[in-house]
């Protein structure tokens, strides 16, 4: 995953200070929400809501606006939204697999977004199950690098189910199957190593390398479909190399 991951979680960094913020924000505050509404206002019991409180925290979404979430998500204060997970699937230029995962409270506006941005910028709508079976679900924990060396990741982790830890640059990511990703999780917490995020992403068994003008027109593809406030997670199979991405970056 290394280009893919890497554009990731440098593209999350750029959206906390530029002007995606309040995007990113809301969409945060939408898992919060979620999750509170799915397993309860509890965060002691309900790990799912725990990490989305810790991913919305990294991001400095103010506590109160978290706060807020819970509450409206458990039932103890008024307007929450009825939200409900819709995966759209597609091909992008090069013929790169596309996963969209959108939260939203209305069907016809996110499939119509997902659509427009997907034509717009050299993709194709497909149908179900065409592209998914080329994801697995798998559980992936971000951690940021400073001090701790890959050894120390990967000793802390082993035991709890992790298959394996790759090297981001800045960061390690850990991957694990999704039913072992809060075992994951705890065991780094226990080792005490902090952690940006712990999700249950879709990974690619497989992946399509791209050059510098592929990877522009996968990356304008994504940034037009995150631009979607019902959107909220693309998946892709490609991967670039730090090269290209030096390159796309300059």
């Given at each position: 995953?290394?280009?893919?991951?890497?554009?990731?979680t440098?593209?999350?960094?750029?959206a906390?200070?530029?002007?995606?913020?309040g995007?990113?924000?809301?969409?945060?505050?939408?898992?919060?929400?979620v999750?509170?509404?799915t397993?309860?206002?509890?965060?002691?019991?309900?790990?799912?809501?725990?990490?989305a409180?810790?991913?919305?925290?990294?991001?400095?979404?103010?506590?109160?606006?978290?706060?807020?979430?819970?509450?409206?998500?458990?039932?103890?204060e008024?307007?929450?939204?009825?939200?409900?997970?819709?995966m759209?699937?597609?091909?992008?230029?090069?013929?790169?697999?596309v996963?969209?995962?959108?939260?939203?409270?209305?069907r016809n506006?996110?499939?119509?977004?997902?659509?427009?941005?997907?034509?717009?910028?050299?993709g194709?709508?497909?149908?179900?199950?065409s592209?998914?079976?080329?994801?697995h679900r798998?559980?992936?924990?971000?951690?940021?690098?400073?001090?701790?060396?890959?050894?120390?990741?990967?000793?802390?982790?082993?035991?709890?189910?992790?298959?394996?830890?790759?090297?981001?640059g800045?960061?390690?990511?850990?991957?694990?199957?999704?039913?072992?990703?809060?075992?994951v999780?705890t065991?780094?917490q226990?080792?005490?190593?902090?952690?940006?995020?712990?999700?249950?992403?879709?990974?690619?068994t497989?992946?399509v390398?791209?050059?510098?003008?592929?990877?522009?027109k996968?990356?304008k593809?994504?940034?037009?479909l995150e631009?979607?406030?019902?959107?909220?997670?693309?998946f892709?199979?490609f991967?670039?190399?730090?090269?290209v991405?030096?390159?796309?970056?300059?």
């Open positions: 995953m290394s280009g893919h991951s890497k554009w990731a440098t593209k999350h960094k750029k906390v200070i530029d002007a995606k913020r995007k990113l924000f809301a969409k945060l505050i939408k898992n919060i929400e999750a509170a509404r397993g309860g206002a509890d965060i002691d019991g309900n790990p799912t809501l725990f990490d409180i810790q991913k919305a925290k990294k991001s400095s979404v103010p506590n109160k606006n978290i706060d807020s979430a819970v509450k409206r998500g458990g039932g103890l008024a307007g929450g939204v009825d939200y409900e997970t819709i759209y699937e597609g091909y992008g230029p090069n013929g790169v697999a996963l969209i995962e959108c939260l939203t409270d209305n506006r996110a499939a119509s977004d997902v659509r427009v941005a997907m034509t717009r910028n050299g194709s709508m497909a149908d179900p199950g592209v998914s079976y080329l994801f798998k559980g992936v924990v971000v951690v940021p690098k400073g001090e701790l060396s890959e050894d120390d990741v990967l000793g802390a982790v082993l035991d709890a189910g992790a298959e394996e830890v790759n090297d981001l800045e960061s390690f990511e850990v991957l694990s199957e999704a039913t072992d990703l809060v075992a999780r065991a780094l226990d080792a005490g190593i902090d952690y940006d995020s712990a999700d249950a992403n879709f990974v690619p497989m992946q390398e791209l050059d510098e003008e592929g990877a522009r996968i990356f593809l994504i940034d037009a631009d979607s406030d019902d959107v909220q997670n693309v892709a199979n991967d670039v190399s730090d090269e991405m030096e390159k796309v970056d300059a």
